[in-house]
Every structure is written in C-alpha cells, then in structure tokens.
T-cell receptor, first 114, second 118 residues
C-alpha cells in the first residue's frame, strides 16, 4: 500500500512565524501535491511538483512556497504565517502513468495560526 | 471558472438504500479522467473509483458505480445498499490531459456530505 506521511496531524503557530509542513511518500511517485481544504470550498491546489526540483503554481500559491530536493519529500513553507492560512492542509502523491492513476493522500495537517 | 460542480452540499440517506451523488464537469479536452474520493470525519481521503473519458463502460467497484454520461458531462456516483460507515464527505475530481494548461493537476468539487441514518 502507498503511504503518504505528513509530519504533523495538528499544528499551532503564531502570526509571522515561518512554518514548514513536511510530506513523505514511499512509492517512488513522480507527482506530489499540496492542497488546502476549507469548508464549502473543497480542495484547492497550492503547488504541484512533477519531478525533483520542479514545481508549478496551483490555484492559490500566494503566501506559500515549496521545496522538493528529493523525490520522496515535498515540503510546504508558509514564509510569514497569517491567520487566513488557518486551514486543513493535505499532501498527495501520484504515479504519472497513463493519467488514470489516483492520488494518494496523507492524513492531513490541521494548522491554526494565532 | 469552476471545472467540477457538485450541487448537493448534503444529503441524508437511510441504511440499505441507494444514493446518487451528482457531479458535472467542464473540459474541452477529449482525454480526461474522473475520480471519486471519500473523506470520513477522521480526515483521510480514500480513493473510490475512476472513469476514463474513453472508457465505453461505466466503472464499478463493489458497491460503488459511476453513471458516466459523456454528452452531458456528468459523472454521478451511485452507492448501493448504504451502510452507516458510508457517512462521509464525497469529492468528485477531474484530471485533464496533456493538451491542456492544467495537465497533471486534479480539480476538485466542493464535496457532498452524506449522512446515513439507521
């Protein structure tokens, strides 16, 4: 079974702090994704990476950056956390394949910015 | 523009009954994939079923089936014989092909909350 592991289940940080969310997958997937999930809005893509050191902006990249130095690890960085970044963050990975490959998700990180 | 629309924010269904969750999508790409995920209250996203745009038959996985109407751009999920454990949020998602600007990315709907009652 594919395992996608997010470093924290719950996280509380203060406004202005630099926040790191880590995600590791164990299936050698090319693609990795960071989403935020808010009630009524579904999942919104923050960033997407299709290879090591490669990244693409998603729908809501403002205030975030990412790092993918190794294939199995994809980090989301909040450069200067703000209260409107309080949300559930989900990491996912997928095999590139023929396009019929589903994403596999981590358990999510509930981040609160005070 | 919203590419995936789930018009039902929530619904109640009685145990052992079937339920249909609506999903419409918008794409001009002839090659795309449609996915359904389940998210229980614990938060993890569970992949349920996949339908490719070129698939001739509707996808089925156990109690889940996908009613794919390509001309209507509709991909409704049908859960047969609902169980209490089916109570969850359900998301429809689409992945477009390589000819589009959004290739590689998955677009999600807002979700439908299903509550199964005894």
């Amino acid at each position: 079974d594919v395992k996608v592991t997010q470093s924290s289940r719950y996280l509380v940080k203060r406004t202005g702090e630099k926040v790191f969310l880590e995600c590791v997958q164990d299936m050698d997937h090319e693609n990795m994704f960071w989403y935020r999930q808010d009630p009524g809005l579904g999942l919104r893509l923050i960033y997407f990476s299709y290879d090591v050191k490669m990244k693409e902006k998603g729908d809501i990249p403002e205030g975030y950056s990412v790092s993918r130095e190794k294939k199995e690890r994809f980090s989301l960085i909040l450069e200067s956390a703000s209260t409107n970044q309080t949300s559930m963050y989900l990491c996912a990975s997928s095999f590139e394949g023929r396009g019929n490959q589903p994403q596999h998700f981590g358990d999510g990180t509930r981040l609160s910015i005070l | 523009a919203q590419k995936i629309t789930q018009t039902q924010p929530g619904m109640f269904v009685q145990e052992k009954e079937a339920v249909t969750l609506d999903c419409t999508y918008d794409t001009s790409d002839p090659s795309y994939g449609l996915f359904w995920y389940k998210q229980p209250s614990s938060g993890e996203m569970i992949f349920l079923i996949y339908q490719g745009s070129y698939d001739q038959q509707n996808a089925t996985e156990g109690r889940y089936s996908l009613n794919f109407q390509k001309a209507r751009k509709s991909a409704n999920l049908v859960i047969s014989a609902s169980q209490l454990g089916d109570s969850a949020m359900y998301f429809c998602a689409m992945r477009e092909g390589y000819t589009t600007d959004s290739w590689g990315k998955f677009q999600f709907g807002a979700g439908t909350q299903v509550v199964v009652t005894p």
